[in-house]
């Protein structure tokens, strides 16, 4: 799944589409079925999944645990997934990039969905600021925090999908989790063990609930990507602004 055809899919609310099937249909359903929520929190993280490697450094470990302690565990699992679906897909495309940088976008670049730092801006802007926040105050250097700011604010919009790999490759990822992966970019058999050690955990339905509640209560930040459509599918109460408004309402004759 490339960032053109999750951005393609979203605005035409793919995902919303498929709101009341069984999360068991999805890919790997023996595989999603072997871990609980609860015993996600207590088993150890794997070292290499896939054949890719989790990052292992000391930044990584405090994202990883900061990510595992704000989010639910299908938005943990998928949070992960986003980075080995991304870091595959760049092997195929021969791309090369900076592992902890991608890890780091990947694992925090949902933060803006969780209830400790959802806010008033668009979700994806409202998690890249937190995990700005967060690297600030962990001393992360200056211009590798711009990229994971931009892969964070970047993943649900096409301009993404024309900068450097760090940010090109979070889209990737999460688009490949969200919409299905593209197997000419990704292997089934990889896919299916992906599954197994982090499975999706009815992620559908949880998402769209989840980024639904978040329309809920911070209207103003889902007015563009696809937490409008999720809005006006899912939140009677929503009613967005049209651009037109804004033009024929602007201060001027003509």
């Not at 979203?10 to 871990?35: C, H, R, V």
């Not at 997934?81 to 940088?101: C, H, M, N, P, Y």
């Not at 994971?148 to 090109?168: F, T």
């Not at 990822?173 to 197997?183: L, N, Q, R």
């Amino acid at each position: 799944m490339n960032r053109r055809e999750f951005i393609a899919g979203a605005a035409s609310f793919a995902i919303g589409a498929k709101l009341q099937q069984d999360d068991s249909t999805t890919l790997g359903t023996k595989a999603e079925q072997k871990s609980s929520p609860e015993q996600l929190e207590t088993q150890s993280f794997p070292s290499a999944v896939a054949g890719v490697r989790l990052v292992d450094s000391t930044i990584a470990r405090t994202a990883t645990q900061l990510s595992r302690e704000v989010s639910p565990p299908y938005l943990f699992n998928h949070a992960v997934r986003t980075f080995l679906f991304g870091s595959l897909i760049a092997q195929r495309l021969r791309q090369k990039f900076d592992k902890e940088v991608l890890y780091l976008a990947c694992i925090l670049h949902d933060l803006g969905l969780t209830e400790r730092f959802e806010g008033e801006l668009p979700f994806e802007i409202q998690g890249a600021e937190a995990a700005k926040a967060f690297l600030e105050k962990n001393a992360y250097a200056k211009d590798k925090i711009g990229v994971v700011w931009d892969g964070i604010a970047m993943h649900a919009s096409l301009i993404g999908h024309y900068k450097q790999p760090e940010i090109r490759l979070v889209g990737e990822g999460a688009g490949a989790d969200v919409i299905g992966p593209d197997y000419s970019q990704l292997d089934k058999a990889d896919v299916d063990e992906i599954l197994g050690v982090f499975p999706r955990l009815e992620f559908k339905n949880s998402f769209l609930k989840t980024c639904a509640g978040v329309v809920r209560r911070h209207p103003g930040g889902a007015t563009r990507s696809f937490m409008r459509d999720i809005g006006e599918r899912n939140v009677p109460e929503f009613h967005p602004q049209n651009f037109c408004d804004l033009v024929a309402n602007a201060p001027f004759s003509q």
